[in-house]
């Protein structure tokens, strides 16, 4: 398992960016694809984006293609979400999570590939 903690939400307009953090302690980081999810007040959560264990591959929500980044750094154990261009639609509280080892794109989409998940950081986007 992997402890995280998510940082960086806030309250931005929209049309504005925000960079989301996520610090991982115990089992190795790197060991893990990690993901990033949202969940909106009385919505499911829903995938957001990941990438794999070495930051090579990556995969986003068409809701937010060419407008967040996802990236890591695994020599600080960390990883990051940029949001840019923000909607109000993309408020919501994020989450960081970690887990699996294979790289399988269709997967990384589903919160049951992930054991290791943060506690979530507040994301709110005034029009």
């Known amino acids: 398992q992997v402890q995280l903690v998510e940082s960086g939400g806030g309250l931005v307009q929209a049309g504005g960016s925000l960079r989301l953090s996520c610090a991982a302690s115990?089992?190795?980081?790197?060991?893990?694809?990690m993901g990033w999810f949202r969940q909106a007040p009385g919505a499911e959560r829903e995938f957001v984006a990941a990438?794999?264990?070495?930051?090579?591959?990556?995969n986003y929500a068409d809701s937010v293609k060419g407008r967040f980044t996802i990236s890591r750094d695994n020599a600080k154990n960390t990883g990051s979400l940029q949001m840019s261009s923000l909607k109000p639609e993309d408020a919501a509280i994020y989450y960081c999570?970690?887990?699996?080892?294979?790289?399988?794109?269709?997967?990384?989409?589903?919160?049951?590939?992930?054991?290791?998940w943060g506690q979530g950081t507040q994301v709110t986007v005034s029009s």
């Open positions: 115990g089992r190795t980081f790197s060991m893990y694809n």
């Open positions: 999570a970690a887990g699996s080892r294979a790289w399988i794109v269709a997967r990384t989409a589903l919160s049951n590939e992930y054991h290791s």
């Open positions: 990438i794999s264990r070495s930051g090579l591959n990556t």
